[in-house]
């Protein structure tokens, strides 16, 4: 898990927000995140790979931010249909995925804007590293 970044800075203005994760303006950030799906599938934990590099389970609730090289990069849910997405972010910028998991256990990606627990969860991070 060598990318995953434990910093980030959150500048909210009016109803939207810009994200900023600390580190090299050269890279890239991506945050995957689940919220709370149907309560079938509160209890599926599927592992989280991007570019075939395991990143963690996405469970509900969890928010993944990672730092990355510019360009595409897939993200792979270990479900039953190894479901994917490819994802395109730019040097300097934040992209934000959702997973959420349907009735019939397959993880769905999509682009999404951050719910105000996702960046509240991030704001809580960078409290974390300013503290140490």
């Known amino acids: 898990m060598k990318n995953l970044l434990l910093s980030s800075v959150i500048v909210v203005t009016g109803l939207f927000a810009s994200y900023a994760l600390a ?36 469970k509900p609730d969890t928010v993944i931010s990672l730092q990355l090289a510019p360009g595409e990069h897939v993200i792979t849910a270990s479900d039953k249909k190894q479901s994917q997405m490819v994802v395109t972010v730019s040097a300097g910028e934040t992209a934000f995925v959702t997973g959420s998991v349907d009735r019939k256990r397959v993880m769905n990606f999509s682009e999404a804007e951050p719910t105000e627990a996702v960046l509240a969860t991030l704001a809580d991070r960078e409290a974390v590293v300013m503290a140490e």
Request: proline share 0%; aromatic share 6%.
């Open 23 to 58: 580190g090299d303006a050269t890279n890239a950030n991506l945050v995957i995140f689940r919220t709370i799906d149907v309560a079938q599938t509160r209890g599926i934990h599927y592992r989280l790979l991007v570019d075939g590099e395991e990143m963690g389970k996405l």
